[in-house]
C-alpha cells in the first residue's frame, strides 16, 4: 500500500452561503482558496468566522480578489484571466447552486433564474479544471419539471455535462448518520477526474463512518434534546439581548452532553442566543400545542388539520419537537419548529446547534426578513437553513483527502518507476554507444 502525500489539498467553495461546507472541509484539514457569494449577509458572515484575525479556520485569500460578495457570473467575467492561471492547481470545486426553485418545501418553478446559476458553476469547472468537483442541493434536484411538454431534470443534465472529463457518482445521504442532530435528507454529487481512476467515493465515505464518528466520541443518531437542553430557558434564565435592544436571550451556563461540549469547544459563551418577543396569549397557544402534540403521539410532524382548527392556525408547517429524536430538517421560517417544551419558536442559536456549526461560529445581518426581500436577502435563520452542516463537511473532506492522496501518491510512484526505466534505458544506450 502507498503512504500517502502530507501536502494540504486545496479548495474553492462556491455559492459559499454562510461557509458550512468551507469549515467542514478546513476542520478536515484542506486549504481554502476563496468562496464566492454576492449575498451581503451571508459574506458577512464568512468574513466573520473565516477570515478573521485569528480565527482557528482561515482562507488563503488570493490577492486579485477582492474579499466582497460577489457573483459567479461577475467572478466569470472580471476575473477570468486569474481564474485560468491557476486552472489544474485546485483539487476540489465544491458548492451548492441556490436550492429555492429545486426545493419541495417551496414552490418548484424549472425557470427560477436562481436554477440556472448551476450552468455558471459548470463554466467554472471548465475552466478551474479541479481534480474533483463536490456539489451538494435538495432532494428535488432529482426531481423532474414538467415545463410544457418538455422534461427537465437539473441532476441528469448536470451529469451529461461533467462525464465529458470525469466520472460521475451521486448518492441521496440522510445526514443524521453523520452525527447532525437532523433529519436531513441532501443530494450529493462527486465527480473525480477520469483518468485518476478513483473508486465510488460513498462506499469509502460510508465504509470509514463508525472511525469518524468514534474519533469525535458521538452515537449516532444525536437527539434534539441531546443537541440543544444546555441552551434551554428554564436551565438558567434569560438576561438583555446583548445585541438587540428590547429582546431578551437565553443565559448560558455550560454544556451537558458529549455533543454540546463538542460544539462548545473554545467558546466560552455562544452568539445569537436571542429569543423571540411572543405575545402571551401566543406563548399560551404554543403551551398548550406542544402538551397536545407530546400526549397524541404528534411530534416532529406538522400539529394536523384538528389541531390547527382547535386554534384557528392557518400555517400548515407548524411542528414541535421530540426531544428523543433528531430534529426534522430546519427551514428558513422560524415560525415552523416549536421547542419540545418551551412554549416557543427555537433561537439562531439552537438552529445552528441542528446544523453542527460550533458555539464560536457567529451569524451576521438582519435576524429574518419577509415579503419581496426574501428573494433578495439572506437573514440569519435562513443562512443557517440553507448551509451544508460542518459535521457532513469534514467527514467527506477526510474522505475525499483519503481518496486524493492515495491517487496522488499512486500517480507519482508511476510517474517515478516511468522516469527509472527511461534513465536506465539511457544509461544502457550511453554504455553500447
Not at 486579485?64 to 470545486?93: A, F, H, M, T
Not at 443524521?176 to 478513483?198: C, D, H, K, M, W
Not at 399560551?284 to 394536523?304: D, M, P, Q, T, Y
Amino acid at each position: 500500500m502507498p503512504r500517502t502525500s502530507t501536502k494540504p489539498l486545496t479548495f474553492i467553495d462556491a455559492f459559499a452561503g454562510c461557509g458550512g461546507l468551507s469549515l467542514g472541509l478546513m476542520q478536515a484539514g484542506w486549504t481554502g482558496r476563496f468562496a464566492i457569494e454576492r449575498d451581503k449577509f451571508a459574506f458577512a458572515t464568512l468574513k466573520a468566522n473565516l477570515l478573521a484575525k485569528g480565527s482557528p479556520h482561515k482562507y488563503v485569500w488570493p490577492r486579485w480578489l477582492p474579499k466582497e460578495p460577489i457573483g459567479i457570473v461577475e467572478l466569470l467575467s472580471n476575473y477570468r484571466e486569474q481564474l485560468e492561471e491557476i486552472s489544474g492547481s485546485i483539487d476540489v470545486l465544491v458548492g451548492g447552486p441556490p436550492c429555492q426553485g429545486f426545493s419541495s418545501a417551496g414552490r418548484r418553478k424549472h425557470d427560477d433564474p436562481r436554477n440556472q446559476l448551476f450552468a455558471s458553476y459548470l463554466n467554472l469547472v471548465d475552466i478551474i479544471k479541479p481534480k474533483a468537483v463536490l456539489i451538494e442541493n435538495v432532494r428535488g434536484f432529482t426531481l423532474d419539471f414538467s415545463a410544457g411538454e418538455e422534461i427537465k431534470n437539473f441532476s441528469q443534465a448536470l451529469k451529461t455535462r461533467l462525464s465529458d472529463a470525469y466520472t460521475v457518482h451521486e448518492q441521496l445521504l440522510d445526514l443524521s448518520i453523520f452525527g447532525v442532530p437532523q433529519a436531513r435528507t441532501r443530494y450529493f454529487v462527486l465527480a473525480f477526474r477520469s483518468e485518476l481512476n478513483v473508486p465510488n467515493p460513498f462506499v469509502h465515505l460510508q465504509s470509514r463512518l463508525p472511525s469518524f464518528l468514534r474519533s469525535l466520541r458521538l452515537t449516532a443518531p444525536v437527539s434534539s434534546e441531546a443537541a440543544i437542553s444546555d441552551l434551554e430557558v428554564g436551565r438558567s434564565g434569560t438576561q438583555p439581548s446583548t445585541e438587540s435592544k428590547g429582546f431578551e436571550e437565553t443565559r448560558y451556563a455550560g454544556p451537558l452532553t458529549r455533543y454540546q461540549k463538542l460544539m462548545n469547544a473554545g467558546c466560552k459563551v455562544p452568539a445569537d442566543l436571542r429569543l423571540a418577543r411572543h405575545a402571551d396569549d401566543i406563548a399560551r397557544r404554543f403551551k398548550e400545542i406542544i402538551k397536545l402534540s407530546h400526549a397524541k403521539g404528534r411530534l416532529n410532524v406538522s400539529i394536523g388539520a384538528e389541531m390547527r382548527a382547535r386554534f384557528g392556525l392557518k400555517k400548515l408547517a407548524l411542528r414541535v419537537l421530540d426531544p428523543d429524536r433528531p430534529s426534522p430538517t430546519i427551514t428558513s421560517m422560524p415560525d415552523d419548529l416549536l421547542h419540545y417544551s418551551e412554549p416557543r419558536t427555537l433561537t439562531v442559536r439552537e438552529n445552528a446547534r441542528l446544523q453542527t456549526f460550533p458555539d464560536w461560529y457567529s451569524f451576521q445581518g438582519k435576524y429574518t426578513t419577509g415579503g419581496h426581500l426574501r428573494r433578495q436577502e439572506v437573514p440569519r435563520f435562513t443562512q443557517v437553513a440553507n448551509a451544508v452542516p460542518p459535521l457532513v463537511a469534514r467527514a467527506i473532506g477526510e474522505a475525499l483527502a483519503d481518496l486524493l492522496r492515495t491517487k496522488h501518491t499512486v500517480a507519482a510512484e508511476r510517474d517515478r518507476k516511468v522516469h527509472s526505466r527511461l534513465h536506465g534505458v539511457q544509461q544502457s544506450a550511453e554504455i553500447r554507444t
